[in-house]
């Protein structure tokens, strides 16, 4: 059974880099057809979608967010990251690392979700 957990620093200075790191067990992040992603949600709003990689190192990002965010992966280390440059309290939100199976067209597995907050 796949697994992804996040890790991180929970507290993140206004206009630093905020990095988080999503490990996956249970299955290699290196196959086709599935896209490794970042999804946010801040207090009192909906889930954001932030960007993803895929098995080739390939990334995507959200419009909005392109301009701070920055997508790698490391297949040794079946780990994927996200850094957010120049954070603001708006960058205060749970986290999350997610597969998207574009075979089945679904979100299947989540992590668990990790909250920053962005705070001097």
């Known amino acids: 059974q796949v697994r992804l957990q996040e890790s991180g620093p929970r507290l993140v200075k206004p206009s630093q880099t905020l990095s988080l790191t999503c490990t996956v067990s249970?299955?290699?992040?290196?196959?086709?057809?599935?896209?490794w992603s970042w999804i946010r949600q801040a207090p009192g709003k909906g889930l954001e979608w932030m960007g993803a990689t895929d098995y080739s190192g390939n990334t995507y990002y959200s419009p909005s967010l392109e301009s701070r965010t920055s997508i790698s992966v490391d297949m040794s280390k079946n780990q994927f990251t996200l850094q957010v440059n120049s954070v603001t309290p708006e960058d205060t939100a749970v986290y999350y690392c997610?597969?998207?199976?574009?075979?089945?067209?679904?979100?299947?597995?989540w992590g668990q979700g990790t909250q920053v907050t962005v705070s001097s």
């Open positions: 249970g299955g290699s992040i290196s196959i086709n057809y599935f896209y």
């Open positions: 997610a597969r998207w199976a574009q075979a089945a067209h679904m979100w299947d597995n």
